[in-house]
């Protein structure tokens, strides 16, 4: 499986951003997702978590409210919608797939990663 995000930039505090996941290969519902972020200095951290079917979602307690993790199977691809951005969300954004149905917030158990793309939140 292959990753390739889209979306990331530059924005200002309050504002929104929508990053895009696109995998290749055929069986992309078989694949539970999730977005990781990595700020300089600091560990890769889990931000949300989105099953296989797309009926269960895990998310970070500091992003819970303003991120919105979806998919669309037909289209092989992932989403992070983020609302109300604040400069501590600005990082690089990986997203990241497991060779399961279910979803997780563990960084270990993940098979598959994108190569980042940069979020930048200014003050």
């Known amino acids: 499986v292959q990753l390739v995000e889209s979306g990331g930039g530059l924005v200002q505090a309050g504002g929104s951003l929508r990053l895009s996941c696109a995998a290749s290969g055929r069986t992309f519902s078989s694949y539970a997702m999730g977005w990781f972020r990595q700020a300089p200095g600091k560990e890769r951290e889990f931000v949300a978590a989105?099953?296989?079917?797309?009926?269960?979602?895990y998310y970070a307690n500091s992003v819970k409210g303003r991120f919105t993790i979806s998919r669309d199977n037909a289209k092989n691809t992932e989403y992070l919608q983020m609302n109300s951005l604040k400069p501590e969300d600005t990082a690089v954004y990986y997203c990241a797939a497991v060779r399961s149905r279910y979803a997780t917030m563990i960084k270990e158990e993940y098979d598959y990663w994108g190569q980042g793309t940069q979020v930048t939140v200014s003050s």
């Open positions: 989105i099953s296989g079917s797309g009926v269960t979602t």
